[in-house]
């Protein structure tokens, strides 16, 4: 009778060290996704501060004077770099679209900039707010 307790504890410890193991295994590449998530800090931080360079090269372009009207959503896109925010504007005449940019991790939006295009492309006007009131042209 002793001999089946003492099989039955060890049966019982065992299941219990060897199962979290299984789980661990059963889901490992889950955990490895995540491990590689962890690990790519460095190659995030690189992002931000880069989009944020083009965001900073698109203020002063649009200040100075360097950005112009004729320019189309390719070239923009290619120049300064997908927008934070995409929309179709609704309602609005000859299918527009908004693109908005700011700083990536500027989640308040103090600085952004808001560029109008229409249908085939071309930019139509932009809108530059530093705070709470944008600068139009």
Known sequence: MRGKA???RFLFFSTVLILPGCAKLAHLEQL???QAYSNNNEDKEMFIEKADKRFEALVHDLTSGRFTRTMRQKEIRKIYG???YEQALAGEPGGRTLWMYRRQADYAGKEKIYLYFDARGSLLKWEHELSSSPDKV
Do not use: D, E, N, W
């Open 6 to 8: 003492v099989l039955g």
């Open 32 to 34: 490895l996704t995540l």
């Open 82 to 84: 997908a927008p934070i």
